[in-house]
């Protein structure tokens, strides 16, 4: 079974330190693996896909298949970081997405 | 470019009664998804579509309906509408490896 799991509801940092956003993947076959951000009152936009290894708004993710990890990083917090964080995985056909419980960021002044 | 569209943004329903979730794309995209988001979580899918004409169940599809007959719209159906399906609810359509856009979401609540 396809699962994912984001140990962390709640995870608060200062702005200027860095961030580690945990995702964790169950799966059996080569997954495709993406971060979603929800900002405040906004919609769910895609910040990264793993197949990129792309460097957005500072954050990284590293696939490690194997500790079956995706966790998303940031050296230096900025306070507009503050978000909703969704870690994702697309297997299983129909290209349907199967989403962790999420992680709310806050970037503390 | 409006992406994906979706309508109401709010709503209040009372029990029992019946409304549709509208959502509309203009990218051309043949996958498109329902999913529900509610707190601590994450977001569930209900039903999706792999183009016209074809839809079938996700993960949490009791309760709901859709329908998809044309490539732009894919709306969702509530039937008899209870507490337990209060929650935000989403449409998306895929761009395969590009991933997702996201609708803005319906904000649903049922009393």
């Known amino acids: 079974a396809q699962r994912v799991t984001q140990p962390e509801k709640l995870l608060s940092v200062f702005k200027g330190a860095p961030v580690e956003l945990k995702c964790n993947y169950s799966?059996?076959?080569?997954?495709?693996l993406f971060w979603y951000v929800q900002y405040s009152r906004q919609r769910l936009q895609l910040l990264l896909r793993?197949?990129s290894r792309e460097s957005i708004k500072g954050f990284t993710a590293d696939l490690n298949k194997g500790e079956t990890s995706f966790h998303l990083k940031k050296p230096f917090a900025q306070e507009e970081d503050s978000a909703m964080y969704y870690c994702a995985l697309m297997g299983g056909g129909a290209q349907k997405l199967v989403f962790g419980q999420g992680t709310r960021l806050t970037i503390n002044p | 470019n409006a992406g994906v569209t979706q309508t109401p943004k709010f709503r209040i329903l009372k029990i029992g009664q019946s409304m549709t979730l509208q959502c509309t794309q203009d990218?051309?995209?043949?996958?498109m998804y329902w999913y529900r988001q509610d707190p601590g979580m994450g977001l569930k899918l209900i039903y999706y579509?792999?183009?016209?004409?074809?839809?079938d169940k996700g993960e949490v599809p009791n309760g709901y309906n859709v329908s998809r007959s044309t490539t732009e719209d894919f709306p969702l159906r509530l039937e008899l509408a209870a507490p337990s399906q209060t929650s935000v609810y989403f449409c998306?359509?895929?761009?395969?490896?590009?991933?997702?856009?996201f609708g803005s979401g319906t904000r649903l609540t049922v009393v």
């Open positions: 793993h197949i």
């Open positions: 579509s792999v183009g016209a004409g074809i839809t």
């Open positions: 799966y059996s076959g080569s997954p495709e």
């Open positions: 990218m051309n995209h043949n996958y």
């Open positions: 998306a359509n895929s761009a395969g490896d590009y991933g997702y856009t």
